[in-house]
């Protein structure tokens, strides 16, 4: 008797041993991102005063208003109020509402650099920083 010999079917398996090794690659990297989005140090609150003479407040509330010292102005008498504190070399602090848009604190930063305001404190729980 006579023995049929069968040949199997030859399967390359490079492009699935290519597929395996990105996909390690990418989990192991996506996995390094996520671990040190969680490591980060944030800082505590705590600053030293920035004068000792009390600053003027300027508060930006959640509706986009101001408050200069308590007093609700608009941005229009924003400048003649800057250049007061400017003449009197006193100092600025902004005081922003923590559900205020951020967009808005960054606008009056932006509004008190053009006024030629060099330096502004901004305050936060637990302090005052620089």
């Known amino acids: 008797m006579r ?24 989990f192991v990297l ?15 609150g705590s600053a030293p005063p920035i004068s000792d003479r009390s600053p003027v ?4 509330t959640n509706g986009s208003g101001l408050l200069w010292t308590g ?15 400017i003449a009197s070399s006193g100092d600025i602090l902004i005081a922003g509402d923590r559900d205020a848009p951020y ?4 606008e009056l930063l932006d509004e008190l650099r053009g006024f ?3 330096s502004v404190g901004l305050a936060f729980d637990g302090g005052v920083g620089r």
């Open 30 to 44: 996506t996995t390094a991102f996520v671990r040190g989005a969680a490591d980060v140090d944030l800082p505590d």
């Open 3 to 26: 023995r049929v010999r069968r040949q199997g079917a030859d399967i390359d398996i490079t492009p699935l041993i290519d597929v395996l090794f990105m996909l390690i690659i990418f």
């Open 71 to 85: 007093e609700r102005i608009s941005r229009d008498e924003l400048p003649a109020r800057v250049s007061e504190v």
């Open 103 to 106: 967009g808005d604190v960054a």
């Open 57 to 60: 407040v300027v508060t930006v």
């Open 116 to 118: 030629g305001v060099k």
